[in-house]
């Protein structure tokens, strides 16, 4: 790929009209072209299939990255979901009654986990938490949430930064997140936590505990838990009689037809999906107890777009797909190939690099002085050999063995690339424009 007509192409000439009149360029921050080559990246997609995307110019490219931020776990444009949805459109999306399908996907989740009672939809992970947030205060009668890992953009979760260092959210989120807008009233209601760090959820058990309302945590981050850690969570949930709720926003149905709790055998009080659940389609849902999930009818929440027919009729045919064509052992099988594929690229060009996360969300990072840098170098070289690529691969149904193998061939050579500019000219020699952005940043 020539990058200098990208950079001259419909897409970042579109980008840049964009930012004038879309406040910060995307609704996404991962969707941010300066999140990935600035001046560079497509920005715009005209068609996506399985895995490949194509832009406004015509250009073709196989992700090989986040795969829409691992909202499509079947590949871009599967052809029974969108049949799926295509059905539901010809019915109607919106009527004064509801949707059948509503009640037909409430028993398909809780029959994939009998621990839950019932179900609450939204459109998007983020508004789920708010809305898991709000019945776990109302169940508990209290005010107080402890939390670990990444939950969103919500005033609740937000709140954390409201604090004297006002950077608790770095290890969760973003490094530098200035909680502008967020009232000034909710400091010191949400009180974050390591993950696998015991001693400090402890800690907060112990001065905040009679005040906790809930327990929020991704039961996998970035790695594995640590032997007992979810079991002692719940544990201390249950002793402080607070709610015990997973994000599975970005692990569910990867591991397997369900939640990765299911994998890990600790179940919570409610758990959240969104992102795979439809395929690409705006599907959220919140599963959980009787007891905890009935307290929703005594505080307000409620919203027409939430009962929009398309999101129930792509993820019922995506839990089909799931089922029957056994997904997740594929997504596995994927993820550890690229593992793989990473380790022996950076091992070959002795470029050093440390892998986490699950098989089927890994990530990587270089170890060494400029990661920013350093990634700028690795975006760069695998798009020029049309491969959306970045430090992470969220695996789909539509990767196959021969994708991995073209991807560790323009794997190989990039890594190459970069030892060879390393050991000579050095490593900002390679970069054709701005360093990719690190985090959140406001834009010019």
Known sequence: MDLEKLRGGQGQALYRRGKTLIPGGTQLLSKRPEMFLPDYWPAYFRKAQGITVEDLDGNRFRDMGYHGIGACVLGYAHPAVDAAVKAAIDCGVASTLNAWEEVALAERLVALHPWADMVRYAKGGGEMLAIAIRIARAAAGRDLVAMCGYHGWHDWYLAANLRDDADALKDHLLPGLDPLGVPSGLRGTVLPFGYNRLDELRAL????????????????????????????????????GAVLIFDEVTAGFRM????????????????????????????AALIGRRAVMEVAQETFISSTAWTERTGFAAALATLDILEKENVPAHLNAMGERVRTAWQAAADAAGVPIRIRGLPPLSTFAFEGDDPRLLKTCFVQLMLEADFLATQAFYATAAHTGRDVDDYAAALYAAFRRIAEARDGPGLSSLPRGPLAHAGFARLA
């Open 256 to 283: 397997n037809v369900g939640g990765v709790h299911m994998t890990l055998g600790v179940t919570p009080d409610l758990a959240i999906f969104a992102k795979a659940l439809g395929n690409g389609y705006p599907v």
């Open 205 to 240: 058990a112990a001065e905040h505990g009679a005040r906790l309302a809930a327990i929020v945590i991704e039961p996998v981050r970035s790695e594995m838990p640590a032997p007992g850690f979810l079991e002692e969570v719940r544990a201390i949930a249950d002793r402080l």
